[in-house]
């Protein structure tokens, strides 16, 4: 069974930075595609940003673009997601995703991830 653990989450003022980590128990680079996953109170999962398996490939929510960054590392097996420049609306709890038979960076759908963390909260203070 592959796990996948969040880490980094916490509670920010606004403009304020966090790192979220995600460690995977088995190889990255077997994952054709990985992602970061926001759900905010009362909605639904929502795609915040994608990454090829090898991390040429990457796509972000709009709304996150320059503010966000994803990267990840095959060689120990872990991917993160640099947040800076926090807003309110960015308050969620965060899941780390990864698909062993999706090969698509910009797979915003959660059906197309079989790999899930458990999440972990963000709360970004006005």
């Known amino acids: 069974q592959v796990q996948l653990v969040e880490s980094g989450g916490g509670l920010v003022q606004a403009g304020g930075s966090l790192r979220l980590s995600c460690v995977v128990s088995?190889?990255?680079?077997?994952?054709?595609?990985m992602g970061w996953f926001r759900q905010a109170p009362g909605k639904a999962h929502e795609f915040v940003a994608g990454i090829s398996r090898y991390g040429t490939g990457i796509y972000y929510l709009e709304t996150v673009r320059g503010r966000f960054s994803i990267t990840k590392d095959n060689a120990k097996n872990a991917m993160w997601l640099q947040m800076n420049s926090l807003k309110p609306d960015d308050t969620a709890v965060y899941y780390c995703?990864?698909?062993?038979?999706?090969?698509?960076?910009?797979?915003?759908?959660?059906?197309?991830?079989?790999?899930w963390g458990q999440g972990t909260q963000v709360t970004v203070g006005s």
């Open positions: 995703a990864a698909s062993s038979f999706i090969s698509n960076a910009n797979a915003r759908d959660p059906a197309q991830y079989n790999y």
């Open positions: 088995e190889r990255t680079s077997n994952m054709l595609t």
